[in-house]
T-cell receptor
Framework: AQTVTQSQPEMSVQEAETVTLSCTYD???????LFWYKQPPSRQMILVIR??????QNATENRFSVNFQKAAKSFSLKISDSQLGDTAMYFC????????????????FGKGITLSVRP | DTGVSQDPRHKITKRGQNVTFRCDPI?????LYWYRQTLGQGPEFLTY????????KSRLLSDRFSAERPKGSFSTLEIQRTEQGDSAMYLC????????????FGSGTRLTVV
């Protein structure tokens, strides 16, 4: 079974600064997908960024980038130039490759981290 | 594409009552997922459908829980004889096939059992 660990329950950052959210995971799979989801207060969860495990290059999406360390099973999210709208819970999630038996595109989530961006 | 809709947004019920939630996925999505999120936790998988077939159920889904997706369109999640431990946010999500690009989530139904 896969597990996802987010050990920091809360973080705070000044607007326009950079913040890094940590995530570690455990799996015996060699191919899988990792995600960061954002859940603003009372709003739906949206996908921030996605990483394929067999790709060494770290994914980037505008101000969001990841540091994917496969050997260390670490997947951190860096938010540059933080904005007030980045205030939300952020969840790290794992998905097995779909061709694996029992995969079913099921997501395994961490507990999340509450990020507050201060004006 | 109006996204994934969930109804109601909030539900308060007395312990022992039955409740039913509805999810309308994105129309061209053939997969539909239900997750449960309790306070301070990440979402946990409950069950999923491919078209009208329920293909997997989590151990979290006790006999009091039942989900349906008639005709592969909307889905309902029913909880019978609710307990205080059922209080949570119930999230629905949909996707096209066995996607590796994540899913589209609804805004959730927050259930409070008093």
């Amino acid at each position: 079974a896969q597990t996802v660990t987010q050990s920091q329950p809360e973080m705070s950052v000044q607007e326009a600064e950079t913040v890094t959210l940590s995530c570690t995971y455990d799996t015996s799979e060699s191919n899988y997908y990792l995600f960061w989801y954002k859940q603003p207060p009372s709003r739906q969860m949206i996908l921030v960024i996605r990483q394929e495990a067999y790709k060494q290059q770290n994914a980037t999406e505008n101000r969001f980038s990841v540091n994917f360390q496969k050997a260390a099973k670490s997947f951190s999210l860096k938010i540059s130039d933080s904005q007030l709208g980045d205030t939300a819970m952020y969840f790290c999630a794992f998905m097995m490759a779909p061709y694996r038996t029992g995969a079913n595109s099921k997501l395994t989530f961490g507990k999340g981290i509450t990020l507050s961006v201060r004006p | 594409d109006t996204g994934v809709s969930q109804d109601p947004r909030h539900k308060i019920t007395k312990r022992g009552q039955n409740v039913t939630f509805r999810c309308d996925p994105i129309s061209e999505h053939n997969r539909l997922y239900w997750y449960r999120q309790t306070l301070g936790q990440g979402p946990e998988f409950l069950t999923y459908f491919q078209n009208e077939a329920q293909l997997e159920k989590s151990r979290l889904l006790s006999d009091r829980f039942s989900a349906e997706r008639p005709k592969g369109s909307f889905s309902t999640l029913e909880i019978q004889r609710t307990e205080q431990g059922d209080s949570a946010m119930y999230l629905c999500a949909s996707s096209r096939g066995g996607t590796t690009y994540g899913y589209t989530f609804g805004s959730g139904t927050r259930l409070t059992v008093v």
